[in-house]
């Protein structure tokens, strides 16, 4: 079974830091590239950053870039968000997530997974 699981939100004032991570269990993590998507009050998600399987390539939203770090540790099959200078607008649920494909005889399918967020909030 497919899971990831998110830790390290909280209450944080702006200017602030946090680390999210998302622990990843029931695929081959390493195999796959990574997203954080974040859902703010009364919005829709807004993708926040990608990392490829390797951790060699990464990618950024506007709105985070300079600000944010995405990382990994294949051998902990852990996936990371480092957050810094946080602002009021940061305040929002965050997810990890991943496709992964699969594969029967000539056909194959992907299907996307969803931890269960993560809540940050940027206020003093």
């Known amino acids: 079974e497919v899971q990831l699981v998110e830790s390290g939100g909280g209450l944080v004032q702006p200017g602030g830091s946090l680390r999210l991570s998302c622990a990843a269990s029931g695929f081959t993590f390493g195999s796959y590239d990574m997203n954080w998507v974040r859902q703010a009050p009364g919005k829709g998600p807004e993708w926040v950053s990608a990392?490829?399987?390797?951790?060699?390539?990464?990618y950024y939203a506007d709105s985070v870039k300079g600000r944010f770090t995405i990382y990994r540790d294949n051998a902990k099959n852990t996936l990371y968000l480092q957050m810094n200078s946080l602002k009021p607008e940061d305040t929002a649920v965050y997810y990890c997530?991943?496709?992964?494909?699969?594969?029967?005889?000539?056909?194959?399918?992907?299907?996307?997974?969803w931890g269960q967020g993560s809540r940050v909030t940027v206020s003093s």
């Open positions: 997530t991943t496709i992964l494909t699969y594969y029967s005889g000539s056909y194959h399918w992907a299907r996307d997974y």
């Open positions: 990392i490829h399987s390797g951790g060699d390539s990464t």
